[in-house]
């Protein structure tokens, strides 16, 4: 199951290094320890609202951004389908020809 | 400022509202106590993301619709701007007619 701060954590990477910034500025100008911001981004920690709101400050995005872009990657996890059984029909059909030719 | 946990309060009471649901059934649902949801929804207390997805699926919505909804929150936030000093213009021409027309 994918959990809030691990994706917030892994927003708040992709923009701190689109942005080519690194941990050590990003923590120093949102005040926040460089350890603390480390697990932050590895989804080790919950930010509070006010950690969350200095690091936006510091990466220069608006909160809104940071929220579409983790309500994005929860959207690509949701239409993750994982049948309970596998379909007769695929079953039927799935040999190595088929599987060669899908690479 | 506004702070995360207060739109994330708003949304959870909203959609907890729109579904005809009491606080009592949603915490029941979630196996979250009734008082610490409570806090929740008026942004008094971080809901962990374990207690946020709990709260979701108790509530029967998928997380990216309560971020894009706390996203959007936070848009209407963002693009309010308050300005440091009121521009002249303004100033010569409000008078207590206007005043009473905007009434």
Known sequence: MALVRQEIGDVLRDLRQQKGHTLRQVASRAAVALGYLSEIER????????????VA???DVPISQIMHLVAERF???????????V???FVTSFD??????SR
């Open 87 to 89: 379909p007769t029909e």
């Open 96 to 101: 190595s020809a088929s599987m060669a030719n």
């Open 75 to 85: 959207e690509a996890v949701e239409t993750v389908v994982i049948p309970d059984t």
């Open 43 to 54: 989804g080790q920690k919950e930010a509070s609202s006010e950690i969350l709101a200095s």
């Open 57 to 59: 400050y510091a990466l």
